[in-house]
């Protein structure tokens, strides 16, 4: 059996997706002690995804200093893009590539909680580390947005984890967990397509409106008849992409449209694009926006 790589991976998405000096600063402040997989940014989403790889002693202070920089450099009073977020870092997850890392991961995402808090950003803990199941999900913290975050800690509602009590009044506050490897990927529609279509798509392509287990999906207009459908997919090993591009085709063939291009957002594991439509064409080499890749790219 062969070895397999012992560095953790951690994503953490930044609320800034267009200023190219900034997003180099944010670049710059990872140092050399981790290996940049991968870099992903959208100023629609006006959001960066920073893909990384490392050991505890490499990620754990180039998360603080990256962290450190969004704090000070990004207002989010200042911020209308697209995707959903609560932070100038908005989210910070540590991921495991393999089971055998997984207590590694879950250890360091509790010690970047800790370390984040002490920057002055409250810290929520999701996902699998939520302290109780009504956290589990982003979105229960991402309602409203940082406006409304401030107004729930104010009176009481949201309570974090680690860090202050009350929402950073420029940053304010950030999502940390420990997960597997997800897939996120967005599939822009055939040129014509309205946003309300968009929208009926995402509604019926989440898990919680029918569509396959652990997907999220918000539709976005990119421009004038140009929309995406934005999802995440819990475990795209158990659920391949193409198997939310065939629903998303079922879903929009009675609205006459159905996905042109897809983009991977991040990294994703080889086994995620099994299947993958030959006719759907991913925006840059596909085969090689895979974990497997990128970390056999940089091993030592």
Same mark, same amino acid.
């Given at each position: 059996?062969?070895?397999?790589?012992?560095?953790?991976? @951690? %994503?953490?998405?930044?609320?800034? !997706?267009?200023?190219?000096? $900034?997003? =180099? &600063? /944010?670049? #710059?402040?990872? +140092?050399? *002690?981790?290996?940049?997989?991968?870099?992903?940014?959208?100023?629609?989403?006006d959001r960066?995804?920073?893909?990384?790889?490392?050991?505890?002693?490499?990620?754990?202070?180039?998360?603080?200093?990256?962290?450190g920089?969004?704090?000070?450099?990004?207002?989010?009073?200042?911020?209308?893009?697209?995707?959903?977020?609560?932070?100038?870092?908005?989210?910070?997850?540590?991921?495991?590539?393999?089971?055998?890392?997984?207590?590694?991961?879950?250890?360091?995402?509790?010690?970047? @909680? %800790?370390?984040?808090?002490?920057? !002055?950003?409250?810290?929520? $803990?999701? =996902? &699998? /580390?939520? #302290?109780?199941? +009504?956290? *589990?999900?982003?979105?229960?913290?991402?309602?409203?947005?940082?406006?409304?975050?401030?107004?729930?800690?104010?009176?009481?509602?949201?309570?974090?984890?680690a860090?202050?009590?009350?929402?950073?009044?420029?940053?304010?506050?950030?999502?940390v967990t420990?997960?597997?490897?997800?897939?996120?990927?967005?599939?822009?529609?055939?040129?014509?397509?309205?946003?309300?279509e968009?929208?009926?798509?995402?509604?019926?392509?989440?898990?919680?409106?029918?569509?396959?287990?652990?997907?999220?999906?918000?539709?976005?207009?990119?421009?004038?008849?140009?929309?995406?459908?934005?999802?995440?997919?819990?475990?795209?090993?158990?659920?391949?992409?193409?198997?939310?591009?065939?629903?998303?085709?079922r879903?929009?063939?009675?609205?006459?449209?159905?996905?042109?291009?897809?983009?991977?957002?991040?990294?994703?594991?080889?086994?995620?694009?099994?299947?993958?439509?030959?006719?759907?064409?991913?925006?840059?080499?596909?085969?090689?926006?895979?974990?497997?890749?990128?970390?056999?790219?940089?091993?030592?």
């Amino acid at each position: 059996m062969d070895a397999i790589d012992n560095r953790l991976l @951690a %994503v953490p998405n930044v609320s800034e !997706g267009a200023d190219g000096v $900034l997003i =180099g &600063e /944010l670049r #710059s402040s990872l +140092g050399s *002690r981790v290996a940049l997989l991968d870099e992903h940014s959208d100023p629609v989403h006006d959001r960066t995804v920073f893909t990384l790889a490392g050991d505890e002693a490499g990620l754990l202070p180039a998360l603080v200093r990256l962290a450190g920089v969004a704090i000070e450099r990004i207002d989010l009073g200042l911020r209308e893009g697209a995707h959903p977020r609560i932070g100038a870092i908005d989210v910070c997850p540590i991921v495991w590539h393999h089971e055998a890392l997984r207590s590694r991961a879950v250890d360091l995402a509790g010690a970047v @909680a %800790v370390r984040l808090g002490e920057l !002055g950003v409250p810290v929520f $803990l999701y =996902g &699998e /580390l939520a #302290s109780e199941p +009504g956290r *589990r999900e982003r979105a229960y913290f991402r309602r409203g947005g940082h406006v409304e975050l401030t107004r729930r800690m104010r009176e009481g509602e949201l309570v974090p984890d680690a860090g202050p009590g009350v929402a950073h009044p420029s940053a304010g506050g950030v999502l940390v967990t420990a997960r597997p490897p997800l897939g996120a990927f967005n599939l822009e529609l055939a040129p014509g397509a309205t946003l309300a279509e968009g929208k009926a798509i995402a509604a019926r392509l989440r898990e919680d409106g029918g569509g396959p287990v652990g997907v999220r999906a918000i539709a976005i207009e990119l421009a004038p008849g140009r929309i995406q459908v934005s999802t995440n997919v819990q475990d795209p090993v158990a659920v391949p992409l193409a198997e939310v591009v065939a629903a998303t085709n079922r879903l929009g063939e009675p609205l006459g449209t159905r996905p042109a291009v897809a983009e991977i957002v991040g990294l994703v594991p080889a086994a995620a694009l099994a299947g993958w439509p030959e006719d759907l064409p991913i925006i840059g080499d596909g085969a090689a926006r895979t974990i497997e890749a990128r970390l056999a790219a940089t091993a030592a």
